[in-house]
């Protein structure tokens, strides 16, 4: 562990919130560490905190009231200063798309697609120059486990499309495509899916309580009855517990990904003399402070790679930016 995750995150955690209080309790016994309060404060500090980004900065709130449980968070590729969300679990199947203010720019209805625990949402440009949002209906948090998981791939609506939209009435997307997928070890609880940018290779990290998040990789087969799912790596965070992550999302590059728990954002680099992706999460990863988040779920990139957006659930929640300070050449929007 870094030298700060003696203490437990000083902030109120409202989902899980006893498991996460009970497994940082029961980790810091092991440890033989002392700790203080366990709500309300500041996030924690690490020793490896980096020194890529600017502070965090609240580029604004959440303008619309129908988002109330912001769980996943992606830039659009085609559409500039556009991104998009969804609720979690206990919604129907509605995206919605806000600027990098936060100000509302349409609901849309997604057609053919049921929202049964939607967790995360990703951007792919295919080689064509069209844009798909991926929706990732993998949370498995009920009592009853699920056997399998569905991908929504439904191509960007635009913008112009929606003046107005709201829940009540919602402009309409195209039909979705699915895939339907199971892990190939156990049953698994995950909330973070991201999409490689190159091979538009699917990436799901599951939530761990008490080990490492486990990582997949699924090769798209949307309308096909078969799909290659494998576990390629297993990855830890330093925080407690190390593999609670609760979203994610690979950089334009392909030579990024940044993982958020409730607290904080890691990132992990790929090595500048690797060519092959999978040797990145062999990586340490290095810690982002995002400021304060009620309860962090959603974490993305900008669509040019040099900043980093993340939301909290909560109505009104704040739209967080950090810049990056690195130099050099950035994937064009």
Same mark, same amino acid.
């Given at each position: ?12 955690i ?27 404060g500041e ?7 980096? +020194? /890529? ?30 991104? &998009? ?21 349409? *609901? &849309?209805?997604?057609?053919?697609a ?7 949402v990703?951007?792919?440009? @295919? ?15 009920r009592?009853e486990?699920?056997?399998d ?13 929606? $003046? ?5 009435? $919602? ?6 495509e ?6 190939? %070890? ?5 909330? *973070? ?5 190159? =091979?538009? @290779?699917?990436?799901?990290? =599951? ?18 009855? =078969? ?8 990855? *830890? ?8 992550? *609760?979203?994610g999302d ?12 409730y ?10 003399? /690797? ?5 990145? &999460? ?21 669509? %040019?790679?040099? +900043? ?8 009104? +929640? ?16």
């Amino acid at each position: 562990m870094l030298g700060h995750a003696c203490s437990m995150p000083n902030k109120t955690i409202t989902k899980n919130f006893p498991i996460v209080i009970f497994l940082a309790c029961v980790s810091l016994l092991s440890a033989a560490c002392s700790h203080g309060p366990v709500s309300g404060g500041e996030p924690p500090s690490f020793d490896r905190e980096s +020194s /890529s980004y600017t502070e965090p900065r609240v580029e604004g709130l959440v303008e619309s009231d129908e988002i109330v449980e912001s769980s996943g968070i992606a830039a659009s590729k085609c559409l500039n200063d556009v991104l &998009w969300t969804h609720n979690d679990s206990g919604d129907d199947a509605f995206i919605f798309a806000l600027d990098t203010k936060g100000k509302h720019l349409g *609901t &849309w209805k997604v057609e053919n697609a049921d929202n049964k625990d939607w967790e995360d949402v990703a951007v792919f440009k @295919d080689a064509t120059g069209k844009c798909f949002l991926l929706i990732g209906d993998i949370g498995n948090s009920r009592k009853e486990p699920r056997p399998d998981h569905n991908i929504y791939r439904v191509a960007e609506p635009e913008i112009v499309d929606a $003046p107005g939209s709201t829940k009540k009435k $919602p402009a309409r997307t195209a039909s979705a495509e699915v895939m339907t997928f199971a892990y190939p %070890d156990e049953r698994q609880d995950s909330e *973070t899916l991201m999409v490689h940018p190159i =091979t538009g @290779d699917i990436f799901v990290v =599951t939530k761990q309580r008490n080990k490492p998040a486990g990582v997949y990789r699924i090769k798209p087969a949307f309308g096909s009855p =078969t799909m290659k799912v494998e576990k390629i790596a297993d990855i *830890t965070v330093p925080a407690i517990p190390n593999g609670f992550l *609760t979203g994610g999302d690979i950089a334009p590059d392909g030579k990024r990904v940044v993982l958020c728990d409730y607290f904080a954002a890691y990132e992990f680099a790929l090595p500048d003399n /690797s060519t092959d992706f999978n040797d990145i &999460w062999k990586q340490k990863p290095s810690v982002i402070d995002l400021g304060n988040r009620d309860q962090g779920e959603a974490i993305g990139y900008s669509a %040019d790679g040099r +900043s980093i957006f993340a939301t909290s659930e909560g109505r009104h +929640s704040p739209l967080i930016q950090v810049r990056s300070l690195r130099t050099g050449k950035f994937p064009p929007k």
